[in-house]
T-cell receptor, first 115, second 113 residues
Framework: GAGVSQSPSNKVTEKGKDVELRCDPISGHTALYWYRQRLGQGLEFLIYFQGNSAPDKSGLPSDRFSAERTGESVSTLTIQRTQQEDSAVYLC?????????????FGQGTRLTVV | GDSVTQMEGPVTLSEEAFLTINCTYTATGYPSLFWYVQYPGEGLQLLLK?????DKGSNKGFEATYRKETTSFHLEKGSVQVSDSAVYFC????????????FGTGTRLQVFP
């Protein structure tokens, strides 16, 4: 597609349920990132995929969070047993390489509300 | 660890006013610095960047200079327009940390005619 696509755009879930968030990066982009933005706060790094390298998972806040990426295409962020503090906008970005050399393109995000 | 601090908003200006949004950073290495912008209803977009000290990034009339001595990367524009109303994020990237971006909290700019 023309840009980074995320789905769903909005998700309301009950506390304790699992959710899956999807990101379709720009075709050909080897790098993919997930960020979280809580209300009134900056973007918080979650996880980074780069080609066939092992992902950098250092930003995942707990073992309830996991992410997968199939080759250089779609990525899924899964949150198990959701808690109210998980409510945030989850942003995905992709780039040809890492940020230093090439521009990262962001999707419009998934707004997750845990009730 | 590395961090970015930017001024809180909202910043409210009249059209054609001068804009400064302050950004300072803390980094152990030599990061690249970025400004991203988020217009209403749209995703984050790269506005400008600078990869080494004294570099000046510029785009759409906005400028920011990488100041290593003051660890700053302030965003400036000489004459803002209503269409510049958006949230602006300062960020840094350190290649020693696998290129992930570290963002500030964002500053909302509102420009009135």
């Amino acid at each position: 597609g023309a840009g980074v696509s995320q789905s769903p755009s909005n998700k309301v879930t009950e506390k304790g349920k699992d959710v899956e968030l999807r990101c379709d990066p720009i075709s050909g982009h080897t790098a993919l990132y997930w960020y979280r933005q809580r209300l009134g706060q900056g973007l918080e790094f979650l996880i980074y995929f780069q080609g066939n390298s092992a992902p950098d998972k250092s930003g995942l806040p707990s073992d309830r969070f996991s992410a997968e990426r199939t080759g250089e295409s779609v990525s899924t962020l899964t949150i198990q047993r959701t808690q109210q503090e998980d409510s945030a906008v989850y942003l995905c970005a992709s780039s040809l390489e890492g940020y230093t050399n090439t521009e990262a393109f962001f999707g419009q995000g998934t707004r997750l509300t845990v009730v | 660890g590395d961090s970015v601090t930017q001024m809180e908003g909202p910043v409210t200006l009249s059209e054609e006013a001068f804009l400064t949004i302050n950004c300072t950073y803390t980094a152990t290495g030599y990061p690249s610095l970025f400004w991203y912008v988020q217009y209403p209803g749209e995703g984050l977009q790269l506005l400008l960047k600078a990869t080494k000290a004294d570099d000046k990034g510029s785009n759409k009339g906005f400028e920011a200079t990488y100041r290593k001595e003051t660890t700053s990367f302030h965003l400036e524009k000489g004459s803002v327009q209503v269409s510049d109303s958006a949230v602006y994020f300062c960020a840094l990237s350190d290649r020693r940390q696998t290129d992930k971006l570290i963002f500030g909290t964002g500053t909302r700019l509102q420009v009135f005619p």
